[in-house]
Nanobody
Framework: VQLVESGGGLVQPGGSLRLACARSGVPFNQYTRSWDRQVPGKERELVAAVTYPGGNVEYSDSVKGRFTLSRDNGNTVRSTLFLQMNDLNPEDTAMYFC??????????????WGQGTQVTVSS
């Protein structure tokens, strides 16, 4: 599985960005895909996540109402996970990572991370 993020950049407060995570590889029958973010010196935090099957989407309180997670081709070899970010503020500045986790046999978990895309909100 490969995850490749794109769409980050510099934006003014109140602006918008749309992140994309292109996934390739054998699809899992069950998984959680998420966007996480990290600021230097702080722990990585979950921003938004979607499960398959079911399609339940969860958001962190800090982004609820401003960010929207969506995807296309939910369970195919190639699919894309999007994060539409509106009304951005400087506290949203971070490296944003795409993440996928799936259960394996014997209680194991498969976990994959992209390389990250930087989002900077500044005037």
């Amino acid at each position: 599985v490969q995850l490749v993020e794109s769409g980050g950049g510099l934006v003014q407060p109140g602006g918008s960005l749309r992140l994309a995570c292109a996934r390739s590889g054998v699809p899992f029958n069950q998984y959680t895909r998420s966007w996480d973010r990290q600021v230097p010196g702080k722990e990585r935090e979950l921003v938004a996540a979607v499960t398959y099957p079911g399609g339940n989407v969860e958001y962190s309180d800090s982004v609820k109402g401003r960010f929207t997670l969506s995807r296309d081709n939910g369970n195919t070899v190639r699919s894309t996970l999007f994060l539409q970010m509106n009304d951005l503020n400087p506290e949203d500045t971070a490296m944003y990572f795409c993440h996928e986790e799936a259960p394996g046999g014997g209680g194991r978990k498969y976990t994959y991370w992209g390389q990250g895309t930087q989002v900077t909100v500044s005037s």
